[in-house]
């Protein structure tokens, strides 16, 4: 029986954050006991917003990569790659470009939110507008069939389908197999601000390596809600951002339960829940934040894991392309 093989990736443009850990690291930790796992380091799609700082995606390769090893992702049994270094990549995207048009990306609901937030106008970069059908290389070439992502990558998953369906159409039943994104429960962990998304650049983040100083000042920021003004005063738990950080992270269900039932009552402190949580944020970071320092104390032990992370892909997705090129009935020589 073949293994069934996981792929998801993330761009190199600043470390990873909790919401990643609550998004997708925790299941890519349960799914490496028992598949064949591969992590890419996506390079490549993040210079497709940043060409005016390269710099970037290149430091932060090293960055995502320690935030894997820290998190407790086992190179023994996953795959840590580079994106840009698997040239079967860029070749599929480039041929995966025929099976899709534009007015379709342009209609891909995450497409079109980035587009907005990254204020583009009509000056969208190719590459970007593009990325979908490269993302659906990424997942193909690797002939995954899981992808665990968070909430705001199942657009893709779903254009990817759609493209392996059309290459399926012309090059053969069954060339590629469709993927299934694996998406976590609890929804989307909004940032500190309250905002729906938790990124780097909107400064509403908690970092994995985040330091206890910094995790305290989060949480002392955190939304909470703006009508509970007195410990007395009934609470509103949706939309809260404690309670939601709480959902994700906080082990005790009952005791999380029970705390809201007592903030919806009235009687419950901001600084009391925040207490709890920041104790609860301290844990989950402190082992992770101590592993980064060990492992980046060997950035060479890094840089190997992925060097040979990549090599073993190599393999894999060169020989994704060659089948797919023959099975479209191109000239080979
Ligand atoms: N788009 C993903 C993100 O922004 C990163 C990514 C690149 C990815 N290639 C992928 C995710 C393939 C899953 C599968 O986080």
Do not use: W
Not at 7 to 21: A, N, Q, Y
Not at 175 to 190: D, H, N, Y
Not at 214 to 221: G, H, S
């Amino acid at each position: 029986m073949t293994k069934t093989v996981i792929l998801t990736g993330d761009r190199t443009t600043g470390p990873l954050h909790i919401g990643h850990f609550a998004g997708s690291l925790r299941n890519r930790l349960s799914f490496q006991s028992d598949h064949g796992q591969y992590l890419l380091l996506a390079d490549s799609q993040a210079l497709t917003d940043n060409t005016h700082d390269p710099g970037k995606v290149r430091r932060n390769v090293l960055e995502v990569a320690l935030d894997y090893l820290a998190v407790g992702i086992d190179p023994d049994r996953t795959t840590i790659c580079l994106q840009s270094h698997l040239p079967a990549l860029a070749e599929l995207s480039m041929l995966y470009l025929n099976f899709v048009t534009v007015a379709r990306l342009e209609r891909n609901p995450t497409i079109k939110d980035e587009i907005r937030a990254r204020g583009f106008g009509r000056d969208i970069p190719a590459g970007f507008l593009c990325y979908p059908a490269a993302q659906a290389a990424d997942i193909t070439a690797f002939k995954a069939t899981i992808v665990p992502v968070g909430e705001d990558q199942a657009p893709l998953i779903e254009q990817t389908n759609e493209i392996v369906r059309r290459i399926n159409a012309t090059a053969g039943a069954g060339i590629l197999p469709e993927a299934k994104a694996v998406i976590p429960k609890s929804g989307r962990l909004p940032g500190i601000d309250g905002k729906a998304k938790m990124s780097k650049s909107a400064g509403n983040a908690i970092a994995l390596s985040a330091s206890p100083d910094e995790i305290r000042a989060a949480v002392r920021a955190m939304y909470t809600d703006s009508a509970h003004l007195r410990a007395d005063d009934p609470g509103h738990v949706e939309g809260n951002v404690v309670f939601s950080y709480l959902d994700a992270f906080d082990d005790d269900l009952e005791a999380v339960e029970e705390l809201k039932a007592r903030y919806r009552r009235g009687g419950l402190a901001d600084r009391a829940i925040k207490a709890r949580l920041e104790a609860v944020l301290q844990n989950l970071i402190a082992p992770i934040r101590q592993r980064r320092m060990e492992i980046a104390q060997h950035p060479d032990h890094v840089l190997d894991v992925i060097r040979c992370g990549t090599a073993k892909a190599r393999e894999r997705t060169e020989a994704t392309k060659r089948q797919v090129v023959e099975a479209l009935g191109l000239f080979l020589l």
